[in-house]
């Protein structure tokens, strides 16, 4: 579904991705790690169009990625700057309406369960709770694609029990591929499909997790500690 | 269902075993309807593909059945439950006896032991 | 386009401060100006004046507009642009927003320029009514004109943020944009061929005023509005909208396809 064809990705002074070579399938949950500044954000932005490769190309479902790709692809920066004016509810709503796929009963259904006051201002809400509705907005996208660059990261182990709860019950896991990056393993070990380890933007290893299980006897974290020593 | 799974065994097979354990146990009964693939996903919190494949493999065995449209369930044929008990049984005396001969133990050691405890099961519980 | 309808909403929030702050600005320069001549006698005048001078300020209100609008979602690009719409409707929205705060804006300026202007120049009901549409047009035209060549060059500075500094690349662009000014109207307008392509169509304004002299003093102020049989090309107003168009499709384009976040 997702391809990556011989990816590269430059900036001025460094290389954020080199030669990638990478195919995601659908009805997965992916985890992908790497230290930081390995290029996990440079991957999901050129998953969502909001990037383009320097070398190589990026398709989805056949058709090279472009911004408007967001059609068919949820991203969730790992900033979370929304319209500060705008409440929680607000919020959905508009989302709502930039997405033709937008599930609003899914959205209310997803913030009942989150525990999110709908009025409050988004500007007054606390990171735990941007936390949330960063989910909230991603989740009740019906598309293809789910991409959530850092959904855990800085927030605490409640909220990020409480997210790790809301992906399983809310991801339609036979339709839609979510791709997340993440440092916390622990927390996600038990939900992901396949986990991709990238490495200085090269692509380490891509493997099934169950499969990496059974042959190896190995969990993630062990797994990782090989490849990063 | 809360304790954790290993992380180095693949979470399949140990919510196969777990279910296994609960149907011998009598703790799900004949005929009983399992929880859904999303319910069980998301008490035990794992991957809903992970408690497909734990429910395909079950079925394969034959210990559930699935219905079209209404779920999954405990089977109520006589000779599967009690094949699974058995199953269930030789497993663990396997790795019991396989742990005490590579501590060293003797096979009559062993049984000696074991009659010991299980007569004076009370005491020992 | 009910999606577009709806980022106009959003867009009349974003951009609501630089409608708040033109009027309170307008109204603040009004109270100042009212009280400091009312002794004098020239309180009406000086209302006449700040109108007329603010109304044609606002030849830069579209570019301060979208030079703020622009500046918030650059905080948030992931946001703004991560939306299946066009580019160019996402600018399209922060132009009409920007239009109709103007206009607003424009109106409750354009009161005052006319009562207080009734003091100084007698012009017919007809004449006032003429020049001031005009001018009204004019100035809304321009500006939305200037924005647009304003937005390029954002979207210029923020293809070149991805490369260099945010004060390199602001460099950069205001030397791009001064070139560009001297190609354009140095060079280009000057030309023949521009003269070819624009003076065509012709059309008679009659009497317009074109300019204001103020002779002020402590004890008096005079002030003559000076006119002059008027004509206009429409050619001139068909070239600059081609332009226009031109360069914002390019600035579209560029922030669709170029732009990285």
């Known amino acids: 579904m997702i391809e990556f064809k011989n990816v590269t990705k430059r900036y001025m002074t460094k290389t954020a991705l080199r030669d990638v070579d990478l195919k995601l399938d659908k009805g997965k949950i992916i985890g992908l790690v790497g230290l930081n500044g390995a290029g996990k954000s440079t991957m999901m932005k050129l998953i969502a169009g909001l990037i383009n490769p320097s070398k190589g190309s990026v398709e989805l479902d056949g058709e090279k990625v472009t911004r408007r790709i967001a059609s068919k692809v949820s991203y969730l920066s790992e900033l979370d700057e929304y319209y500060s004016f705008y409440s929680v509810q607000q919020t959905i709503d508009f989302f709502a309406t930039q997405f033709p796929d937008f599930n609003k009963e899914k959205a209310e259904e997803i913030r009942a369960y989150m525990n999110l006051d709908a009025n409050t201002k988004v500007k007054h809400l606390s990171k735990g709770n941007r936390g949330r509705l960063k989910i909230i907005l991603t989740l009740s996208r019906e598309v293809p694609v789910l991409l959530m660059d850092e959904p855990l990261s ?8 409480s997210i790790v709860k809301g992906l399983i019950t809310f991801v339609d896991t036979e339709r839609q591929l979510v791709l997340l990056s993440t440092h916390q393993i622990m927390e996600v070990e038990m939900i992901l499909d396949e986990v991709i380890a990238i490495k200085d933007g090269e692509l380490v290893d891509h493997r099934n997790v169950e499969e990496l299980r059974y042959d190896e006897q190995k969990g993630i974290l062990e797994w990782m500690s090989s490849i990063y020593e | 269902m809360t304790d954790t799974f290993q992380s180095s065994q693949p979470i399949y097979l140990q ?16 005929g009983d309807k399992l929880p859904s693939v999303r319910e069980t996903a998301v008490s035990s919190k794992v991957n809903p593909n ?5 429910y395909r493999e079950l079925e394969a065995s034959g210990i559930v059945e699935s219905r079209r449209g209404q779920g999954t369930f405990v089977t109520e044929n006589e ?8 199953k269930l049984k030789q497993e663990q005396i396997q790795n019991f006896i396989q742990v005490m001969h590579d501590m060293g133990y003797q096979n009559e050691e062993i049984k000696e032991g074991l009659q010991t405890y299980l007569e004076g099961g009370a005491r020992h519980d | 386009m009910k999606a577009w309808l709806a980022l106009v909403k959003k867009e009349f929030r974003v951009g609501l401060p630089i409608m708040l702050l033109a009027i309170v600005l307008f109204l603040v320069g009004l109270v100042v100006v009212t009280v400091s001549t009312y002794r004098f006698g020239y309180a009406w005048d000086a209302v006449g004046i700040i109108g007329l001078a603010w109304g044609g300020g606002h030849f830069f209100f579209m570019a301060i507009y979208m030079l703020y609008s622009l500046g918030v979602e650059r905080k948030r690009l992931h946001l703004w642009l991560h939306n299946p719409m066009h580019a160019s409707g996402l600018l399209a929205a922060k132009l009409v927003t920007g239009t109709v705060y103007m206009i607003i804006s424009l109106l409750i300026v354009s009161i005052a320029a006319y009562v207080g202007g009734l003091n100084f120049v007698a012009f017919s009901d007809g004449t006032w009514f003429k020049i001031g549409m005009i001018a009204f047009v004019h100035v809304i035209a321009l500006s939305i004109d200037f924005s647009v060549y304003v937005i390029l060059a954002y979207v210029v500075f923020l293809l070149l943020g ?3 500094s945010s ?13 560009f000014v001297y190609l354009y109207f140095g060079l280009f307008s000057q030309s023949q061929f521009y003269t070819a392509i624009s003076e065509w169509g012709r059309i008679d304004l009659g009497f317009v005023a074109n300019s204001l002299h103020f002779d002020i003093s402590i004890t008096e102020a005079l002030i003559n509005m000076q006119g002059e049989e008027m004509s206009i090309y429409v050619g001139y107003y068909i070239v600059e909208l081609i332009t226009i168009l031109i360069i914002y499709f390019i600035a579209s384009w560029l922030l669709d396809k170029k732009v990285e976040v």
């Open chain 1, 154 to 161: 800085g927030l605490d182990p409640l909220v990020r029990d």
């Open chain 2, 15 to 30: 919510l196969a075993d777990r279910l296994n354990r609960q149907i011998v146990s009598g703790e799900l009964k004949p």
């Open chain 2, 50 to 54: 992970t408690v497909q494949r734990t």
């Open chain 2, 79 to 86: 000779d599967i439950l009690l094949s699974i008990r058995e």
């Open chain 3, 162 to 164: 991805r490369y260099m």
């Open chain 3, 167 to 179: 004060f390199l690349s602001g460099t950069v662009v205001f030397i791009g944009w001064w070139v």
